[in-house]
């Protein structure tokens, strides 16, 4: 008995999903000054992938200092303003220009450092009076390099990609299902894909269905890989087949079934004799139907006489039938 299943043969490649892909980019374009970075080198997220250097960032570190320089005096003026408008000193005017002047360089600072963390440059580096022109690209996920698309010198735009991570953890399987099959396939169908020049079977679980149809009159469906492989690489073609419908049924390797006239058959172990003191052993062919087949083996219909302990021929059954014809061309009976 084998679980062989009804399939739908397609085709595929290994993908990434979205959070798990990251395209990194100059927020503010420059010069690349240094980067190490390979095609398939790991990097940890937070780590420093290049440097970058731009004369603008220097801009923006002078007017966060002088515009947070500025709101450190309005803070103590807006201060001192309410305590002599409490003992009615001045006058309410005096106190609310003094308060919007705060309020407007208040917002000018929080704007700059946005600006700087942008850029990756910490606000608390440069009020030590450290002002550089170059600030660091950090890694955004964990994964591997898959795209190099600078080296040093190179001036890049603020929409230029330098380069493609992709964290490969939870990589999954995206099918290519043709139009006219696309009502067999249910969500969690199991999945069985081999990669190129590998016998390994893998197995995946479907979880998300395309709900629309492609040009090229094809839908695209995920599966999630029931046992992760980090060492699987993105893009990777996949040969995949989708069980339909599974049951568990008679079946026999597929060499063990010999085809002859249009018809399928097998042989059956029938004992052995002696003839002129030599052990001769003797098979009987039998006709049978076939089903479903997959992955070497083959569902049989074997005739209801058929004794459940009968003796199969599953290697060598093609040496058989040779015989059997060479036999029966020179007379000799059923080929016994």
Do not use: C, W
């Amino acid at each position: 008995m084998k679980n062989l299943s009804q399939v739908l043969q397609v085709n595929g490649v290994l993908d990434v999903p979205p959070q798990n892909m990251a395209s990194i980019s100059a927020p503010l374009g420059g010069f690349v000054k240094s980067t190490d970075l390979l095609q398939g080198k790991f990097v940890k997220k937070g780590s420093v992938i290049a440097i970058i250097e731009n004369p603008e960032f220097i801009q923006i570190q002078q007017d966060y200092l002088e515009n947070k320089s500025q709101l450190d005096y309005l803070s103590m003026e807006l201060a001192r303003q309410k305590e002599l408008r409490a003992e009615n000193v001045n006058s309410a005017k005096t106190l609310q220009q003094t308060e919007a002047e705060y309020k407007t360089i208040r917002a000018r600072v929080n704007g700059l450092k946005e600006r700087l963390a942008m850029i990756g440059i910490s606000p608390k580096q440069i009020q030590a009076g450290n002002i550089s022109r170059t600030a660091p690209l950090i890694a955004p996920i964990t994964g591997y390099v898959t795209d190099v698309n600078v080296n040093i010198g190179t001036f890049v735009n603020p929409t230029d990609v330098l380069f493609m991570i992709a964290n490969t953890e939870h990589l999954h399987v995206e099918l290519t299902i043709f139009e006219k099959d696309a009502a067999k396939i249910k969500m969690g169908q199991k999945v069985r894909f081999t990669l190129p020049n590998e016998n390994q079977e893998r197995h995946a679980t479907i979880y998300l269905i395309g709900k629309a149809v492609r040009e090229d009159r094809t839908i695209r469906v995920h599966a999630h890989l029931d046992e992760e492989d980090h060492e699987l690489i993105p893009n990777t073609y996949v040969n995949a087949l989708v069980e339909l419908k599974g049951a568990s049924v008679l079946a026999l390797p597929q060499e063990a079934i010999v085809h002859a006239d249009g018809k399928n058959y097998l042989f059956l172990a029938k004992g052995q004799r002696k003839e002129n003191n030599v052990v001769m052993y003797d098979f009987e062919r039998q006709e049978i139907m076939t089903g479903v087949s997959e992955f070497g083996f083959t569902e049989v219909f074997l005739p209801e006489n058929t004794a459940d302990t009968a003796k199969v021929v599953v290697k060598g059954a093609y040496s058989l039938l040779a015989k059997m014809n060479n036999t029966e061309e020179e007379g000799e009976g059923h080929g016994h």
